[in-house]
């Protein structure tokens, strides 16, 4: 008997934690984070594939209020929302910030004259990322968007327009891969 309820027990415990955390490329996410006092709930996860060879370069995972497949409803909330990414190789300064300004052109062209300068205090703030280190976005509604590299808050960069421009590099029109978006969205991570 006791040996039975041991096992129940170690069951039990093998379930729930793999009820709270979801994997893609073997990277686990929590299926919940606090932001102030909002509860987030893991959208989805989507991997970053570049180039020709379709290298993954980093596993997102999308936090938000309330789930939703409707890329749109996500960026326009006036709810916390949190993108974290957490890189599977190494990536220069220069990628990133090449990245970044690609992604703000291909999805808000012609919004970045007016956030150009937010864009250059983003690129300030990035370095060289190494494999397993992570970038964590949160946008606060009204104040921005919070900028943490690898468990270091660099700051936030203001306005709401900034905020639904940098989701929309992944949510918008233009991803970087269309895997990743409908990862995020809440579709198969790979």
Known sequence: ????????????????????????????????????????T??????????????????????????????????????????????VRNVSVGELRNAWTEGFSRNSGGEVPAIKDRISQL???????????????????GAGIQVDVNGTVKGAIEGDDFASAFLSIWLGAKPPNPELKSGLLGGACG
């Open 1 to 40: 008997m006791t040996r039975t309820l041991g096992l129940i027990g170690i069951a039990l415990a093998f379930g729930a934690s793999t009820a709270h955390a979801r994997a893609c490329k073997d990277i686990e996410f929590p299926d919940h984070v606090q932001v102030d006092s909002s509860n987030l």
């Open 123 to 141: 690129n300030g703030w990035m370095k060289d990322v190494k494999t397993g280190q992570r970038l964590t976005f949160i946008r606060r509604p």
């Open 42 to 87: 893991l959208n989805g996860l989507g991997l970053r594939k570049a180039t020709l060879f379709q290298v993954s370069v980093y596993v997102a995972a999308l936090y938000v209020a309330k789930p939703s497949n409707n890329p749109t409803a996500i960026i326009t909330s006036s709810t916390p929302v949190e993108l974290t990414l957490h890189f």
